[in-house]
């Protein structure tokens, strides 16, 4: 063992930046996959604030566009919500062990599988059902305008819903579900 | 507040080499010790002395390896052949590969635990980092010394 020490120590370290540059790698350093969750975190907010003074400056005459709003709205918490969740989780990961991490990993990847198959599909209806119960009252009135703004709106949940979702879908599902079986098996070698 | 410099200074090599142990890629273990040193800037005010400030920063970069397996392509396990010819005299840099090689071999948790050993952690800190008993260490460390050696043997290298 000491034979194996004596090589382990040899590895050349000289190319690690001295703690100066380090200093100034960690000043310069963004987490991209927190900020990104951040962006969205404050991007649904907004969100949410925009819809909510909609409601309250203008006054809508017909229960289509309060149903739209609502929904609208309801989309928009769910998003906050969710995202701000996983946020936290992260930020009140204190010191723990590689075995509670590990469980915390998995934990986190089942979380974005649940995201993926349900609380996405539920926000996206809620919002498509919104937008389309939001945009009656403005169109009803002139068939021209009332047809090309439906046709839009429903080509593009079309193509969100059965283009876009499921290709992101299958991506990220592979992915997560790669790195859970890789995660029980890590795990599996703790527990053994 | 412990100097962070101080603290880099001294535990950046060390921690270099238990990256490089686990993923057997010198950037990705350059990258690894980079990430591992963010998380000791950022959390070293809330730093509470519960544990040993080495067994915080060990913890913090077997974490992070741990987590590498999202990008676990670049971790490379060479199937080492089983008829090496003879080498007359082999670098200290082709023994290091050799060994990296052998590591990279083991399972996940294996590789940590043995990096820490080379360090020369003792044991009971190894099973904290970890989250085993000081006694499943014991073992485990038995274990991997074994196969490592038989790895070495079946290599007929240095002996």
């Known amino acids: ?192 | 507040m412990m100097d962070f410099e101080q603290l880099y200074n001294q535990y950046s090599p060390q921690i270099f080499r238990v990256c490089m142990g686990y993923v057997n890629d010198h950037e990705q273990a350059k990258d690894l010790t980079q990430e591992t040193f963010i998380s000791v800037w950022r959390n070293l005010s809330t730093f509470r002395n519960e544990s040993k400030i080495s067994t915080w920063i060990f913890r913090i970069a077997t974490n992070n390896c741990l987590r590498a397996l999202e990008k676990n392509s670049r971790i490379i396990k060479v199937e080492l052949p089983f008829h090496l010819p003879d080498v007359p005299e082999e670098t200290q840099e082709d023994k290091l590969t050799f060994l990296y090689n052998c590591i990279a071999e083991l399972e996940e948790i294996d590789r940590i635990i043995i990096s820490l050993v080379l360090e020369d952690l003792p044991q009971a800190e190894i099973a904290s980092i970890v989250g085993l008993s000081h006694g499943n260490i014991r073992t485990k460390v038995h274990r991997i010394k074994d196969k490592l050696a038989t790895k070495f043997k079946d290599h007929g290298q240095f002996e």
């Open chain 1, 1 to 192: 063992m000491n034979d194996l020490k004596a090589i382990w120590l040899t590895a050349k370290t000289d190319s690690l930046p001295d703690s100066h540059e380090m200093v100034h790698i960690i000043r310069k350093f963004r987490n991209k996959k927190l900020l990104k969750i951040t962006a969205l975190v404050i991007t649904a907010i907004l969100l949410v604030a925009i819809m909510l003074w909609v409601v309250f400056i203008y006054k809508s005459t017909m229960l289509s566009t309060r149903f739209g709003e609502a929904f609208m709205i309801i989309a928009g918490i769910i998003l906050v919500s969710t995202n701000l969740n996983s946020l936290l989780r992260f930020y009140k990961l204190k010191e723990c062990s590689n075995k509670e991490f590990l469980q915390f990993l998995e934990q986190t990847r089942l979380r974005q599988q649940f995201y993926y198959q349900r609380t996405q599909v539920i926000a996206m209806a809620f919002c498509a059902t919104g937008l389309l119960a939001y945009l009656y009252e403005g169109v009803y009135e002139n068939t021209m305008l009332f047809i090309s703004a439906y046709t839009g709106t429903v080509l593009y949940l079309l193509i969100l819903w059965f283009v876009v979702r499921p290709r992101v879908f299958k991506k990220e599902e592979k992915k997560i579900n790669a790195q859970i079986e890789k995660l029980e098996s890590i795990s599996k070698q703790i527990n053994e």
